[in-house]
């Protein structure tokens, strides 16, 4: 596995989020009170950038129809809705990230 180095720990402070490229794809990287993880950006039921939702604890809120995705692991925690129907929504991939000195690198293969 490769790691690329996608920002600096100063420009996310906890509770920040940034929408970073690595390997082609859209990745969403994200503070959690000092851990850093990563996700694809990417909300699977029709593409919207978890870049622009909200982010609450450790819960990404898709801005579209309000899926919310985990960005611990990109597990779905709840299905968001159209019409007061539940969207079909899926895990998102989930990238491992690591520290260097000041450098934040996420791993692709």
């Known amino acids: 596995m490769e790691y ?3 920002a600096q720990v100063s420009e996310l402070g906890s509770g920040a989020k940034k929408k970073v490229s690595v390997g082609g794809n859209e990745v969403l990287l994200a ?3 000092g851990s850093f993880y990563a ?3 990417t909300c699977p039921h029709m593409g919207g ?3 622009e939702g909200k982010l609450e604890g450790t819960n990404v809120i898709c801005p579209r129809h309000g899926s919310v ?3 611990t692991n990109g597990k779905v925690v709840e299905r968001g809705t159209l019409f007061l129907i539940k969207v079909k929504v899926h895990d998102l991939k989930s990238y491992p990230v690591k520290v260097e ?3 934040i ?3 692709v293969e």
């Open 49 to 51: 950038s978890l870049y």
């Open 4 to 6: 690329v180095k996608v």
């Open 101 to 103: 000195g000041a450098d």
């Open 39 to 41: 996700i694809d950006n």
């Open 105 to 107: 690198m996420i791993g």
């Open 31 to 33: 503070n959690i009170e």
């Open 69 to 71: 995705f985990d960005v």
